[in-house]
Structures are given as structure tokens and as C-alpha cells.
């Protein structure tokens, strides 16, 4: 018998995931000079050939004659191919979990003498179908029908995603060419891995198939995602993605909205009972920035002989909120109301906040009070917290409040207490900042208005004084009796820019940096920064879920409630960590993101700045205008040093990409 290897063998070997059938025209060095079914000279190793028949042609024909040969019999094998039942060839072996050669498997697809175009065959059809086989060209194993079942599911998987990439792309083409954005029915797969793509990029699940739909439609990968679902009309130019990132809905769920529903029917009044006050009679004001709808707390005072007796009243939100209801566990998710310059994100429904539980103008009002008896100094003789019965008489803004404070009395008593009771705290090493808050404004037209807001006016310094007068005696109530609470502390700054007179912009703004993080925690511990032994929040029940929970801490202690544990507590603090560094990133990176749109409309516009520090290829500054922080180049054209105030130009500005350039300006 000749060898195998002889001239005029036909073999076949995989090439990209095909079988090709060539005729050996010769051999050097384990190295086969081949010439294949599709007209082809090429060499290839002995080994890596697929399958070799025992057949042979005469090289001596011809090279067409050899081809035609080839091709006549490529055709054979494939016919006998058809004849094969992959499946049902598996049922009959698939008990076996053994190997089987060639030539047996192909003895159980024909009948009679198995000719090398029979086992030829036989190879195609398993290398075709991988479903119900393992292949090793020339033995075969039945797959368990548990690997079979895992083998069509990725097989069904591979086909939608090449459906996908398929359709997807020539759908982006099609949007992308159209004058009007086609309609959206059938193609929200495709918009929701685009949306996964672009807001999460490499962390997407979908990051690979939204890659290869964007090359197959030759979308820019970087803006063509966000450009093309703002023409969709699914997100607008100004869209905040991070809300879509940190999964952060606007919309209340309909169970929430149900059981609001049913609270503000019912309108519930609170039952006689001793242990709440009557405090209706008393003069009681709302301090609030223009805007507010939602008010939570309120102030009172009456002069006495020796000093003043202050109260601070916070509305009772939890004796309309049950503890562990789906409203309640909505806030718990929620964590904090969030408040933007283009949108504001309550944690409670509109109907509670802004409503039933708010503390409305001229209507009586559900509150937890906290009463201080104050001397002429702002200092505390005595101080008593309980449930009382309010009634607001005036509703006031800061701009109000601050045109009036040397006109009514009420107020002149407040400003002169905050004042006293600020100094306190200062000579106990308080650490006051006076940096101005960013006000942003949007108007229904899209026009921004940017100014700074004066947070040491009179307004603000009497209702921050009384709330942080308010928390402290709140603190000392729970730690004098020993009982469990949320509480705030801070350590020392890392060191110390400013003192009692205040300091410069440079010297407040540099001095933020280096203050200790706020610890919350159930342990009472002193807080740094504002000068006090012990501190808890309690003000902003309709806003701040940690204050909810410490009002109903608060009302166990007063008998009208069931008092959390420890353990509770810690819980608590637990599940609000993630929603609450999340709002702080939103409010931050949302103002500053209105402020560049602002300075968009304001290229080549020249602006004050003050040098922060100089870094190894850039100076950090802040434009003390807007209170944000940007680069200038270290190549400026000046040496420059922390503390330097300068002028700049606006040279170009993208707030979706949070970039600004800046130039000297001379």
C-alpha cells in the first residue's frame, strides 16, 4: 500500500473555520505542498491536517483536472453530510461518556464499507454542529444532555447578540441619517444598552455588544451615544446622568403614592394628651429661603426678667409616618431630599412634605419643641424638650427677615441671641468658615442666573444659631440619660487657618480642606468644628432621614413611641451612607455643571481669581465670582503663588465634560 503522504493523497485540514480538501503534491521536512479545491498552491504541516484519505489522484492530470476532482468530491462528501442525524446519533450514545474513533462513529452513520468520503462525512457534520459532540478531528465524545442544554443556550445567546450588533447598527444608521428621529417602538433594547454604554462605560454589562453596535454604525463612541439619544428625545442636551447612574428615581412608586394617598385623607389629628403642649398662643415664625414649600421648623421667644426663653419647634413627621411603613422605607432609601439648581428630588411625597406635615402659615401644626431659657449672655440655664401644639403666624423669607430684623422686636431678640450664642461657641474653638453659598438659578426659558448668597446676613446666622442651638440640647438630652441616638462628631482639623475675626477667602477656602470627616455614629463625642460636646440633628425631619429617626428616638424618651436599639440605630446609619455620599456628589457636581453652562454664553469674558496652589503642570484656582475651582496652565506667562488674586479670560468652556480653560489675562 502507498503511504498516506504519497503524491496524489487527499487530505483536508481547518482553515477559519472551514474545512478545505487538497491534493498533496508533495513533502519536505513534515511540510505538505498542497493544491487545494479552490484553485490554491499552499504549505502546511503534517499534523495539523484534519483528516487523510486513503484514496489517491494522479498528479500527473493536470492541475485543472486535479481541481475538478477535488471539487467533485467535496460535493460527494457533502451529500453524504445530509444523510447524517447529528441528534439523533446522540441519543443512541450519548449513555456512553467515552471517546469514539472516526471510523466507528461513521460505522454508525452508513451502512456497508466506510469509504474515507463516508468518515469525511462524518468529520463535517460534527465539526458543523459542536452541539451534541466534543471534536477532536478524529475522535469524538457525546456531550451529558446537561452540557448539550448549556451549549444551545450560549448558542441561542451568540445569535441575539449578532441579531443585535445586526439590527442595532443599521437602526443608529438609520437615526443618524433621518431628518426626524424615527419612532422608538421595538427599539428600547437597543436604547438601553446605548444608555448603559455611555453612563457606565467599561462597568456596563453591556459594554462589549454596545461596542460592536457602535463600530458596525460608525458612531463616535465617545458624544455619539449621548448625541443620539437626545435626538431620540429619550434624554435631553442638559440631561443629569447621574441620576440614571446612582439609579435615583424622581417618580415616587405607586404603593408610596397609594399610602400617601390615604394618610392625607385621613388627615390624622393627634388624640388629647397631656404630654403634648399647647404652644398655639405663642408668636411663631418660618425663616426660609424663597423658594421653600416645604417648612420643618420654626421659632419662637419671649423676653423674661433674667434673658430670653427661645423655642425651637420641628414639626412631627413621624406622628403621620409609621416606622417601617412602604412611606417610611421609601425615605429610608432616599436618605435626604436633594436639592439642584434645575430640580429638587423630595424625600417624602409632595402631599407630606409641603402639606400635612409642614408647618403652614395660619393653621395649628403637630411639633416637637425644644425650649431654652437663656440669660442676657445667649447662655443656657435650662432647657426642656416635649411634643406641643404650634400655630405659625408669619412665614418669612431671609430677604424679609434680614429687610425687618432692626424693625421688629421678635426678630432684633433672635439676631441679637444668634450672634451671642455664635461667640459662644467660638471662644469654646468653633471653626466658623465664611464662604458664600452659589445660588443658581434656571428659569422655564433655560436662562441661568448665578449669584452668591451671603450666609453671615442676619437671617441666616438667627436660623443656623437656633437649629444648632436645637441639635446640642437635643444631643444632651440623649447622653445625659444614657440612651442610644445618631449622633454627629468631628475631630480637630488637621490644623488651623482662620480664627475668631474669621480669615481671608484663601486662608477659608484652604482651611475646608483640611477639616477633620464627620463621623456618624451612636457614640456621643464632641464635633471640632462647631465647638460643642455632643451634637445630634433633629431639625430637618421632612428632609433628612437621620433627623426622622432621631425625632422618634426622641418621642420614646417622651413615652409617645417605641425607641429604636443600638442596634437599630447602626442599621439605620448603614443604609443611609451609600444614597447620602451620593446626593452630596449630585448637589455638588449639578451646581458646578449649571455654572459652566452659565460661563458657556461667556467666552473670552475676563474674571477674578485667586491662586490656591501651584501643582507640577498647572496652578489650581478659584474664580471667586462663581466659587469653583479650575486649572490655568503652568506655562501662563507669570510665576505665581497661593494667595495671588489675578484676572483671566474664559477661553472655552464644556460643562457635559467638566472641563474650562483658562487663559492670563494681561
Not at 138 to 145: A, E, S, W
Request: hydrophobic share 40%; glycine share 6%; with cysteine.
Amino acid at each position: 500500500m502507498n503511504s498516506p503522504m504519497e503524491p496524489g493523497t487527499i487530505v483536508e485540514y481547518i482553515d477559519r473555520k472551514q474545512i478545505v480538501c487538497a491534493v498533496v503534491l508533495g513533502q519536505k521536512n513534515h511540510k505538505l505542498r498542497m493544491l487545494t479545491e479552490h484553485n490554491l498552491e499552499i504549505s502546511h504541516a503534517e499534523k495539523r491536517l484534519a483528516h487523510v484519505g486513503s484514496e489517491r489522484l494522479d498528479p500527473g492530470m493536470g492541475r485543472d483536472a486535479l481541481v475538478n476532482r477535488l471539487q467533485s468530491t467535496v460535493a460527494t462528501r457533502r451529500q453524504l453530510k445530509k444523510q447524517i442525524d447529528v441528534e439523533a446519533l446522540w441519543s443512541v450514545l450519548h449513555t456512553e461518556a467515552t471517546w469514539i474513533d472516526l471510523q466507528t462513529m461513521a460505522e454508525f452513520c452508513f451502512d456497508g464499507s466506510i469509504s474515507s468520503d463516508h468518515s469525511s462525512a462524518v468529520m463535517r457534520a460534527l465539526f458543523e454542529d459542536r452541539l451534541y459532540f466534543k471534536f477532536d478531528t478524529h475522535q469524538f465524545c457525546p456531550n451529558t444532555p446537561e452540557r448539550v442544554a448549556q451549549i444551545a443556550a450560549q448558542a441561542a445567546q451568540e445569535a441575539r447578540k449578532a441579531h443585535a450588533i445586526e439590527e442595532g447598527s443599521r437602526w443608529i444608521r438609520k437615526v443618524k441619517d433621518a431628518g426626524d428621529p424615527p419612532v422608538l417602538k421595538g427599539n428600547e433594547e437597543i436604547i438601553e444598552i446605548l444608555k448603559s454604554f455611555y453612563l457606565f462605560g467599561k462597568d456596563s454589562p453591556h459594554y462589549g455588544l454596545g461596542k460592536e453596535i457602535l463600530a458596525r454604525s460608525g458612531l463616535d463612541a465617545n458624544d455619539g451615544p449621548f448625541q443620539l439619544l437626545v435626538k431620540l428625545g429619550v434624554w435631553n442636551q442638559d440631561e443629569n446622568l447621574n441620576l440614571h447612574r446612582f439609579g435615583i428615581s424622581e417618580a415616587f412608586p405607586p404603593e408610596v403614592m397609594a399610602a400617601t394617598k390615604e394618610l392625607d385623607e385621613a388627615k390624622k389629628k393627634v388624640n388629647p394628651d397631656e404630654k403634648r403642649q399647647d404652644l398655639s398662643h405663642l408668636s411663631t415664625i418660618t425663616i426660609d429661603g424663597q423658594g421653600t414649600l416645604d417648612f420643618d421648623d420654626a421659632i419662637s421667644i419671649e423676653p423674661e426678667e433674667d434673658g430670653f426663653r427661645l423655642w425651637v419647634h420641628v414639626t412631627d413627621v413621624s406622628h403621620f409616618l409609621g416606622r417601617g411603613d412602604v412611606v417610611d422605607e421609601e425615605a429610608l432609601a432616599r436618605g435626604s431630599s436633594i436639592y439642584m439648581p434645575d430640580k429638587r428630588i423630595p424625600m417624602l411625597p409632595i402631599p407630606l412634605a409641603e402639606d400635612l406635615c409642614s408647618l403652614k402659615e395660619g393653621q395649628d401644626s403637630l411639633a416637637i419643641s425644644v425650649m431654652a431659657r437663656l440669660d442676657h449672655s445667649a447662655r443656657v440655664l435650662e432647657y426642656e424638650i416635649f411634643p406641643s401644639i404650634i400655630h405659625v403666624d408669619r412665614q418669612m423669607t431671609y430677604y424679609h427677615a434680614n429687610l425687618m430684623v432692626n424693625e421688629d422686636p421678635e426678630l432684633g431678640a433672635i439676631y441679637e441671641i444668634a450672634k451671642k450664642r455664635r461667640q459662644i461657641r467660638l471662644d469654646a474653638g468653633a471653626l466658623h468658615l465664611t464662604l458664600p453659598e452659589m445660588n443658581v438659578w434656571i428659569d422655564s426659558n433655560k436662562d441661568i442666573s448665578v449669584s452668591r448668597i451671603n450666609r453671615e446676613s442676619p437671617s441666616r446666622l438667627m436660623v443656623s444659631e437656633c437649629m444648632i442651638l436645637a441639635n446640642w440640647l437635643t444631643g444632651r438630652f440623649f447622653r445625659d440619660r444614657e440612651q442610644p441616638a445618631i449622633y454627629r462628631a468631628q475631630m480637630e482639623p488637621r490644623g488651623r487657618l482662620i480664627d475668631d475675626n474669621g480669615g481671608t477667602l484663601y486662608q477659608n477656602w484652604m482651611q475646608r480642606r483640611l477639616l477633620s470627616r464627620v463621623i456618624i455614629g451612636v457614640e456621643p463625642e464632641p464635633h471640632a468644628a462647631l465647638g460643642l460636646d455632643v451634637y445630634v440633628t433633629i431639625t430637618s425631619p421632612l428632609r433628612k432621614y437621620l433627623d426622622l429617626a432621631i425625632q422618634r428616638q426622641l418621642k420614646g424618651l417622651l413615652g409617645l413611641g417605641t425607641s429604636y436599639s443600638e442596634e437599630d440605630l447602626r442599621l439605620i446609619v448603614q443604609a443611609v451612607e451609600q444614597p447620602m455620599s451620593y446626593i452630596t456628589v449630585l448637589q455638588q457636581e449639578r451646581t458646578r455643571y449649571w455654572i459652566l453652562r452659565y460661563l458657556e454664553r461667556r467666552l473670552g469674558q475676563k474674571e477674578g481669581a485667586l491662586v490656591l496652589e501651584k501643582r507640577r503642570h498647572r496652578y489650581v484656582v478659584l474664580l471667586t465670582k462663581y466659587m469653583i475651582e479650575c486649572s490655568l496652565p503652568l506655562n501662563c506667562g507669570a510665576d505665581l503663588k497661593p494667595e495671588d488674586t489675578i484676572m483671566v479670560n474664559i477661553e472655552r468652556v464644556n460643562a457635559r465634560f467638566d472641563t474650562i480653560g483658562l487663559s492670563l489675562a494681561w
